[in-house]
């Protein structure tokens, strides 16, 4: 699973770690600050509920499914843990014998090749820090690193589509909208949910990196 291995990433707003244990009391603190938030989000607010989601965490990335974090929020006195995010849904893909026709592919026939397609998704934030940089600050963080060192062709993003604030985000973060995957999946509040469906390209983030610094760099406390 050499491919996985992230380091810490980190811009002037946020510095993202590799998820651990030492995490659960800022996590449970952070979402603690408004419970009515992850109404639709499998996010717990108590302290056994967010070692378990923590473990979980831990459990998938042993298994190469994902690479979870911690999202540290550096924008104040001292950094705080302020939610939680991942690469996920990680795909290896099963390239066809003879000439291979995308540039840089034939790397990934090496032991332990980074994955074709991920997701951003499982991210949280505590109450405090939406309607700020946090979230698009964390998000290019690891759209660099998905496209720019893994090189995957696709990310996706999804969310319950009952959820328009997430889509709205996802929405400014680049992504573009697919439809709907109806009956997709059990959500938090134990309803089956439908999920709205969204994806970045790699050769779309070329021109999507620079716009959405830029648009950091002209409203630091209003972008997401």
Do not use: C
């Not at 009391?25 to 509920?49: F, I, W």
């Not at 032991?111 to 940089?133: F, K, Y």
């Not at 790699?202 to 716009?211: D, F, G, H, K, S």
């Not at 830029?214 to 997401?224: D, I, K, S």
Request: glycine letters at 8%.
């Amino acid at each position: 699973m050499n491919g996985l291995y992230v380091p810490a990433l980190e811009n002037r707003f946020v510095r993202l770690v590799p998820l651990g244990l030492e995490h659960v009391p800022e996590l449970t603190s952070a979402a603690a600050e408004a419970p009515a938030e992850y109404r639709l989000a499998p996010v717990p607010t108590e302290a056994d509920g967010m070692r378990a989601y923590v473990l979980g965490a831990l459990n998938e990335a042993e298994a190469g499914r994902s690479v979870p974090f911690a999202i540290v929020d550096l924008r104040g006195a001292a950094p705080r843990v302020v939610g939680s995010t991942r690469l996920m849904s990680l795909e290896w893909w099963a390239w066809p014998p003879g000439p291979i026709h995308v540039r840089g592919e034939p790397r990934r026939a090496a032991e332990g090749h980074p994955p074709d397609v991920a997701e951003l998704g499982s991210v949280w934030l505590a109450a405090s820090v939406l309607r700020t940089p946090v979230n698009t600050a964390a998000a290019i963080l690891l759209m660099a690193h998905a496209f720019e060192v893994w090189q995957v062709h696709r990310l996706t993003l999804k969310t319950d589509a009952r959820n328009q604030r997430s889509r709205d985000a996802i929405v400014r973060l680049g992504g573009r909208f697919e439809g709907i995957l109806r009956a997709h999946l059990p959500a938090a509040d134990g309803q089956i949910r439908d999920t709205a469906m969204f994806s970045v390209l790699r050769a779309e983030w070329p021109v999507l990196r620079p716009r959405l610094e830029a648009a950091l760099a002209r409203t630091p406390e209003g972008a997401r």
